[in-house]
Structures are given as structure tokens and as C-alpha cells.
């Protein structure tokens, strides 16, 4: 079993930064590729970014390259998600994911609640 936990979120003026992070525990994290996923109202959930654990090799959606980039602490066991040049339609609730990787929501296992990212224009 793994739990995961995000923080990070809020309000920022379109242009501004900010930096997500999500905790996780659980003896088989290692094993998982971990990856961001956001839902906007009247949106599907879509794929953000992604990392694996065992070669830190990343992954990014085309809205989001060259802005955002996703990062690890394995000691922390936590992985990162800085935002930059944020716009109105980066909004969204932003979910951290476990699982075998890939830029579909069922390929991964495991679900954090989510944390609220709000730009304003």
C-alpha cells in the first residue's frame, strides 16, 4: 500500500511560481513511477508530468514543457513539481499518482487528495 500527500497549492498572479510536493510512504514506493495529473472544472483529468523512480527519467505534456519541471528526493521520499511562468489555464486541482507510468489515469494505482493550484489573470 501506498499513500500519498500533496502540499504546495494556492493562489498565484499569472506569471508567478509555485512548487508542489508530494509525500509519499509505503514500503513499495520505489517501485512506482510517480507522476502529476491535474482536473480543471468541465475538464477529463489530464497528464502533467511524470518520473521514475529507478532511472529519474521524466516525462512531460506539451502545456506544460519548459515550464514546469518534475523532480525527487528519494531520501524524503517525496517528489516535486516546480510551476513557472504560471497562466489563468494552468488552474486546476493538481493530483500526485502512483503506478507503471504511461500518461493514462489508470495506469496508475494510487491517488494523493489533490491540492488546489488558482491563477489569477
Known amino acids: 500500500q501506498v499513500q500519498l500527500v500533496e502540499s504546495g497549492g494556492g493562489l498565484v498572479q499569472a506569471g508567478g511560481s509555485l512548487r508542489l510536493a508530494c509525500v509519499a510512504s509505503?514500503?513499495?514506493?520505489?517501485?512506482?513511477?510517480t507522476g502529476w495529473f491535474r482536473h480543471a472544472p468541465g475538464k477529463e483529468r489530464e497528464f502533467v508530468a511524470s518520473i521514475s523512480w529507478g532511472t529519474g527519467s521524466t516525462s512531460y505534456a506539451d502545456s506544460v514543457k519548459g515550464r514546469f519541471t518534475i523532480s525527487r528526493d528519494n531520501p524524503k521520499n517525496t517528489v516535486y513539481l516546480q510551476m513557472n511562468s504560471l497562466n489563468p489555464e494552468d488552474t486546476a486541482v493538481y493530483y500526485c499518482a502512483a503506478g507503471y507510468g504511461g500518461r493514462m489515469a489508470r495506469q496508475y494505482k494510487y491517488w494523493g487528495q489533490g491540492t488546489q493550484v488558482t491563477v489569477s489573470s
Open positions: 509505503g514500503r513499495t514506493f520505489s517501485s512506482y513511477t
